[in-house]
């Protein structure tokens, strides 16, 4: 079988972030299931324009190839005054078709909360995107350190219950497009 094609997108473009330390600890958990073929989609990476623009730019392009080309994605979201970051909407904003009937699972992380704010409001946005957010979170509070004892054992766990159910959703779903159109 095609391994699931799993994008993980890391939302925090802030200089000094701890986006890409919290991701490239996922990605190394994720990166020991063979079924699954993963990608980082650092939105650092890309040179957004300012304003939304009337012809979609090469990075814009990019970005959306990426999104289509995936079976599934988990976010990587801080928590900025209980909501998620601008970059991350930014970036969401650009594809519409691409998101579709895809699965979509979080890794939020905070100080003092694990980011449950900006899942719950990044949830709001991708039901308007006919994707499918999946139930359980890995949720980081920066305030315990980043992924490191004693915590590091439960995040773990959580993280294989976030692939099992990516897993599950995203193969599902992968062969529902395939089998007929999605109804949007
Ligand atoms: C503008 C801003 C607002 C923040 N608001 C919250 C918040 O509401 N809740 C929280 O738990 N942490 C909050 N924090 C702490 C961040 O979650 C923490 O600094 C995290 O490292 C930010 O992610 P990043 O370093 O990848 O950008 C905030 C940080 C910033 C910069």
Known sequence: MTPLRLAVIIGSTRE???GDRVAR???????????????????GDYD???SYPAEPTASVRAFVGEVGRADAFVVVT????????????QAIDYAYDEWQAKPVG?????CRSTGLHAVDQLRTVFTALHAMTVRDVVGIDLLHGD???PHVDQLRQDTR?????LRWWGLTLRDGREARPYVS
């Open 25 to 43: 600890w996922f990605v190394d958990q994720a990166d020991r299931h063979d079924d699954l073929s993963v990608t980082v989609v650092d939105l």
């Open 16 to 18: 000094g972030r701890t």
């Open 161 to 165: 219950v976030l692939l099992d159910q």
């Open 147 to 149: 992924p490191t004892p």
């Open 106 to 110: 979080f890794v939020s992380y905070g």
């Open 48 to 50: 957004f324009p300012t």
């Open 78 to 89: 801080p928590e900025y005054n209980h909501s998620f970051p601008a970059s991350l909407k």
